[in-house]
């Protein structure tokens, strides 16, 4: 996922967020473990999952919202001053001026691309793993190879499932940090749509129209983009919308990111159930508006059978 460069001019508020964080810098710190920051659920998720209680772990920005649009905070200041090591993605154009003015002495490891498929989660875990053991000696190789399982074995279950239930023949519209999950669970992209705010009224009457002539079934939502625009086209071309989500912890259940995999996958495919009661309503409503036309075409049959029965009779009885 492709954020946009959002660096916000700090000037005052960063001294007043730098006072803040210095004073709680001053304040002893609570027990011995390595403390991580993360500037995202994705990778703090990962790291807790590796390392569980041998590290303590905080993450920067709440995983409802885009890193982009994130404000930071005193208490952002006063982590990354205590921190042993930062895991951070390169989409963060706050980053740099928060860390340079806390004063933090802390490596930064760097682990960007996207992470929404099981291959890209994979080498997510992997780097965080290698990354644990080169700088801080914290060795999770046993803790890798299990939670790699469980992530292979899932992959195969979803995409059995996936393929049962032919998503190859259904059509969709994605936002296009979701494409490559979408894709992967075998959907047929029609096109994608970026930020709501970058998305002009032309593209929206873009997307619609490609919707209409695709027979586009799903529309997909980014959860932490925005889920109105979506909204907006699924209703326009009669199709059920989707909220995915990229980051974990933004629901309880999705505490780690082969969760978060789990989640979404379940949504897609579940998806396809409203799709086909959908369509079976659509049947129904046809049938029985075509019973309904036959209704009147017999009644007028019958009607018309009625006045020629009528006439026939008449003019048999002015014979007699």
Known sequence: MVLPD????????????VLAGLLLATQPVVGEKPLIVATTSVLGSIVEDLAGDQVE????????????HYDVKPSDVYAISRASLI??????????QL??????????????????????ARRYYEEVAEAL????????SARLEQRLRELDDA???????ARSRRTSSIKVVVMEWQRAF???LGFEVVDTFGPPEKVSSADIERLVKAGVENDVALVVSNLQSGVELGETVAREIGAIHVVLSNFPGSSPETKTLIDLIKRNAGSMLGSLDMLTVKRELSRAVGEAELYRALSYILAAL???ESMILAYLAVRRWRKI
Not at 155 to 161: M, P
Request: proline share 5%; glycine share 10%; with cysteine.
């Open 302 to 304: 019958a009607a018309v």
């Open 155 to 161: 992959a195969r279950q979803i995409i059995d499932e």
């Open 99 to 120: 860390y340079e003015s806390s004063g933090s002495k802390a490596e930064l490891v760097k682990i960007s691309g996207g992470w929404s498929t099981p291959e890209g």
């Open 6 to 17: 959002r660096t916000p001019l700090l000037s005052i508020s960063l001294i007043l967020l």
């Open 87 to 96: 895991f951070y993605h390169g989409m963060e154009g706050w980053l740099n």
């Open 182 to 184: 979408v894709e992967w």
């Open 133 to 140: 053991k080169s700088k801080l000696g914290i060795d999770v």
């Open 57 to 68: 772990v905080v993450v920067l920005v709440n995983p409802t919202i885009c890193p982009a």
